[in-house]
């Protein structure tokens, strides 16, 4: 038996992919953190990753100027940061320094990723759609790091403790992989 939920609750049954870290820089040049879980892989080859700011996050005029941003993957140990970096803006925050995240130079764009992240992928924006209030960025990843020891086959992402988010304030841990 099956219950109707309203369709703007829909993306509550999607929402819980890997919650990510997206930094940025302004057109001055500051470097800038959000908290992130609206994000889809468009394609492999060319790879391209999709992420949709809305209007209310500074980083989206942030990647507006610049068409680059970095996609940081954190674990569930970041808990306490990641909420604040999706709670608070850097139109009042020092986010980077709050946290206390060590910034590292990127190898194809200006924007800084951060160290304490087991993953990090450079992107170029290629496209971008709005819809309402909230910007659709298409983007080629044009570099990708993680750590040595959560890359064989496939990605370990329950070594790595990903973290997921239901929406509500709710989340879940990645759990154990197994192959069909
Ligand atoms: C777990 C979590 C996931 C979030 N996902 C998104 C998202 O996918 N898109 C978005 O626009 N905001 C999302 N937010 C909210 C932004 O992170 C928040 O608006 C942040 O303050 C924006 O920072 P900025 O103004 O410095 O860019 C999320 C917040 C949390 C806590």
Redesign the pocket.
């Known amino acids: 038996m099956k219950k109707e939920i309203p369709a703007i609750y829909a993306y509550k049954l999607l929402n819980h992919g890997p919650?990510v870290l997206l930094t940025s820089v302004d057109k001055k040049g500051n470097p800038?953190v959000?908290?992130?879980?609206?994000i889809t892989v468009v394609n492999s080859e060319p790879p391209l990753v999709s992420v949709?700011?809305?209007d209310?996050?500074?980083?989206q005029k942030s990647i507006s100027d610049t068409g680059e941003f970095v996609i940081n993957i954190p674990s569930v140990n970041n808990l306490k940061n990641?909420?604040y970096?999706?709670?608070?803006?850097?139109?009042g925050a020092d986010?980077f320094n709050h946290a206390g995240w060590s910034k590292i130079k990127s190898r194809k764009i200006a924007v800084p990723k951060i160290k304490e992240c087991c993953a990090n992928i450079e992107c170029r924006v290629v496209k971008k759609i709005r819809f309402s209030d909230v910007v659709l960025f298409v983007a080629k990843m044009l570099y990708a790091e993680v750590e040595k020891d959560l890359w064989g086959k496939c990605f370990d992402a329950n070594k790595a403790g990903t973290l997921h988010?239901l929406g509500d304030g709710f989340f879940f841990k990645s759990g154990k992989k197994f192959k069909a």
């Open positions: 919650v800038n959000m908290s992130l879980a609206w949709a700011v809305g209310q996050a500074y980083s990641i909420i970096c999706g709670t608070h803006s850097f139109r986010k988010h």
